[in-house]
């Protein structure tokens, strides 16, 4: 029964990632590259549902580029009740994903059909029902785990007046959350059961200088304005920042600020499939390179 699950959820996952490469108009193969990453094949081909969320995590990636290379006032209301749908389910799986909604502030105005400030509509209703139903499913999930968290002294609300009487460590503890993004980036090349890592300092190595290369020296031709990379990074901390302060509160028992418990790089896999997107090459260094050739 374990293998049957195990594979049916691999077909799923390459479903799924199949989709989001046929749909995205760009970077294709950067993103077939992080979904193969070999932390994102073995939740894969777990009995976890880190496989739906993350094929659909690429699919809402893929959506939201095939929205931006979009022609001028072609996006209509359609297009975007469905990226709201996508974005819905999938923070209905892990709130954090709400972070993803923004992503339509991320779009150039001239795009929409419909007047720019409209896309505030489906903005506030999907972060309305993403929370309301974050607030009704929190109780069944603490229920859950009330005997660890007697065990380990996790409580939200002594967390937070923890936090206010000691603001200092509190600024201490954000802060502290910078340097894990490389600890998140190495662990992708991992394998894990529970607390046991497995895996080699040449597959580690060797995974590196391929997610370096491919998020910085990755060429493609369009050529994506500035600010349109800041806001889709601003996407990307307010997902990185906002899973380590649930965790802070839901995961790390009191007192506790850093370090921050229960965070683990799973959560973040597609997040990967905008770093291109962000970190892209200029068009400018390439076309040096090709004459110094």
Not at 222 to 234: A, D
Not at 260 to 275: A, M, T
Request: include cysteine; hydrophobic fraction near 55%.
């Amino acid at each position: 029964m374990l293998w049957l699950g195990r594979i049916c959820n691999l077909i799923l996952y390459a479903v799924l990632i199949s989709i989001a490469v046929k749909k995205t108009p760009i970077l294709k193969v950067p993103m077939l590259f992080m979904a193969l990453l070999p932390l994102a094949i073995y939740q894969g081909s777990s009995m976890s549902i880190d496989t739906t969320i993350n094929g659909l995590g690429f699919i809402v990636v893929a959506y939201f580029l095939c929205l931006f290379k979009s022609k001028e006032k072609s996006i209509s209301p359609k297009e975007i009740i469905i990226f709201s749908v996508l974005v819905l389910l999938l923070s209905f799986t892990k709130l954090t994903y709400l972070a993803f909604i923004l992503l339509l502030l991320c779009i150039p105005k001239d795009k929409f059909k419909i007047p720019y400030y409209y896309i505030a509509i489906p903005i506030l209703l999907v972060s309305a029902l993403a929370l309301i139903w974050s607030s009704q499913t929190t109780p069944i999930y603490d229920f859950s785990r009330q005997g660890y968290y007697a065990l380990n002294h996790i409580n939200s609300t002594q967390q937070m007046n923890f936090m206010i009487n000691h603001p200092t460590d509190s600024i201490i503890s954000i802060l502290y959350i910078i340097p894990n993004v490389f600890e998140m980036l190495i662990d992708t090349f991992m394998f894990y059961v529970n607390a046991d890592f497995f895996s080699s300092s040449s597959l580690v190595g060797l995974g590196l200088i391929s997610f370096i290369f491919v998020v910085f020296f990755y060429n493609i031709k369009e050529n994506i304005p500035l600010k349109y990379k800041l806001l889709v990074l601003l996407v990307l901390i307010i997902n990185f920042f906002g899973t380590y302060i649930i965790q802070l509160f839901k995961w790390t028992p009191v007192g506790q600020l850093y370090p921050i418990l229960g965070v683990q790089s799973r959560y973040f896999i597609p997040l990967f499939g905008l770093l291109v997107f962000v970190f892209k090459r200029v068009n400018s260094f390439v076309f040096c390179v090709h004459c110094s050739a």
